[in-house]
Structure formats: structure tokens, C-alpha cells
Antibody, heavy 128, light 110 residues
Framework: EVQLLESGGGLVQPGGSLRLSCAAS????????MTWVRQAPGKGLEWVSA?????????YYTDSVKGRFTISRGISEDTLYLQMNSLRVEDTAIYYC????????????????????WGQGTLVTVSS | QSVLTQPPSVSAAPGQKVTISCSGS????????VSWYQQLPGTAPKLLIY???ERPSGIPDRFSGSKSGTSATLGITGLQTGDEADYYC???????????FGGGTKLTVL
């Protein structure tokens, strides 16, 4: 069974940093792209970032987090990370990781919204 | 404001059929596959449809997807009260190299 377990959320002050983790199991981690999606309280889904499979050489970000967030894949562990720096109040949300499409889809291509399954999410609150 | 446009809400009676639309542009829906997600209250989203009209294993054939030009549609037949949820469309945008989601549609089964 494929499982994704996020951790690392919490309360942080504006300007602070957090590192989210997503532990993956039940599938060949390197064979799939991975993604982070967030949902502010009472709002819709907002895509944050994605990384290609294998060594994760291709990364993509939504404009509002470029230069502040960094997505990466563990080198020896089946874990997805999201390093979040210079956090803002508007980054407050539940952050979900999801398994993306298999590598044969290519990087940053049509079909890159085949996100299945999703983790349970971790709450990030940015407040003073 | 989302680039992909969905109606904020739709409703129908149990047993009936409902469709949810998702409108985009040539650089996103017009040239890429569309996915659909269901988010039940208080839970993580679940993939319902990928590659315009494919269902992951375990998703009943009451759920269907289609695409024409720069619009996509999710269809749900034989509505059940358990289908009450928020539904989102999503696709890749080739010009911006980003994933886009629609604003979401709340389905009420009357």
C-alpha cells in the first residue's frame, strides 16, 4: 500500500523557516515525480512545487514561493522535503505532499497533475 | 483568483446526474491533460480522473471526464449523499511551467 506521511509543520513567526518532510513507502520512490500542494483555511487548493523522479534534477515552483522555498528528494531515503524560508502570513496553510506521475511522463509535461495518493497534510501557521 | 474557472457550486437530487465544468486557455487545458480531484470535508484530496478521462483503480464508473478545446467536464451519475464534496480540476500550463488548479466546486446532493 502506498503511504505518504508529512511532518514538520507548526507555528513560526513571519520571516522564519520550516522544513517539511514527506516519508514515502509502498512504491519505488525514484520512479515518480512528487509534489507539494497547500490549502489555506477555508480556501481552495494551491499548487506549490514539484520535482521530477530519479535524481530530481527538474524542479518547478509557483511564483509566490520562488526564491523562498526549495523542494528536494532524499538521497538515500524515500523522503520528499520542502525547505521554507522567509515565511509570510499568507503561507499559512495545510501542506499536502502527493505522488506524481511515473517518470515516463517526462518532466514538466502534460499529465503532471496525476497526483495520487495524497498524504494527510501538515499544518503550517505563520503568525507573530 | 484561479486561472482555471469552475462554478462555485452545483446541486442535484440523489440518483440524478451532474456535470462540473472547468474552463482554461490554449496553454493549459488546450494542450495538456486534465485531472479531477474530490475532497470530502476534513480530508485530503483524492484523484478521481487523470489524463482527461482515465479513472484510477477503485474509482467507480459513475465518475467520468471529458475535454473539448480549452474546457473540461467532470460528470457524476447516480448521485449519492456521500458524493457531497469539493471538486477541483487541475492541469499543467506549458507557457508558465506550473500546475494550475481550478477554484473548486462545491457539490450539494439535495
Amino acid at each position: 500500500e502506498v503511504q505518504l506521511l508529512e511532518s514538520g509543520g507548526g507555528l513560526v513567526q513571519p520571516g522564519g523557516s520550516l522544513r517539511l518532510s514527506c516519508a514515502a513507502s509502498g512504491f519505488t520512490f525514484s520512479s515518480y515525480a512528487m509534489t507539494w500542494v497547500r490549502q489555506a483555511p477555508g480556501k481552495g487548493l494551491e499548487w506549490v512545487s514539484a520535482v521530477s523522479g530519479s535524481s530530481g534534477t527538474s524542479t518547478y515552483y509557483t511564483d509566490s514561493v520562488k526564491g523562498r522555498f526549495t523542494i528536494s528528494r532524499g538521497i538515500s531515503e524515500d523522503t520528499l522535503y520542502l525547505q521554507m524560508n522567509s515565511l509570510r502570513v499568507e503561507d499559512t496553510a495545510i501542506y499536502y505532499c502527493a505522488k506524481g506521475p511515473p517518470n515516463y511522463y517526462g518532466s514538466g509535461s502534460s499529465g503532471w497533475t496525476r497526483f495520487d495518493p495524497w498524504g494527510q497534510g501538515t499544518l503550517v501557521t505563520v503568525s507573530s | 483568483q484561479s486561472v482555471l474557472t469552475q462554478p462555485p457550486s452545483v446541486s442535484a437530487a440523489p440518483g440524478q446526474k451532474v456535470t462540473i465544468s472547468c474552463s482554461g486557455s490554449s496553454s493549459n487545458i488546450g494542450s495538456n491533460y486534465v485531472s479531477w480531484y474530490q475532497q470530502l470535508p476534513g480530508t485530503a484530496p483524492k484523484l478521481l480522473i487523470y489524463d482527461n478521462n482515465e479513472r484510477p483503480s477503485g474509482i467507480p464508473d459513475r465518475f467520468s471526464g471529458s475535454k473539448s478545446g480549452t474546457s473540461a467536464t467532470l460528470g457524476i451519475t447516480g448521485l449519492q449523499t456521500g458524493d457531497e464534496a469539493d471538486y477541483y480540476c487541475g492541469t499543467w500550463d506549458s507557457r508558465l511551467s506550473v500546475v494550475m488548479f481550478g477554484g473548486g466546486t462545491k457539490l450539494t446532493v439535495l
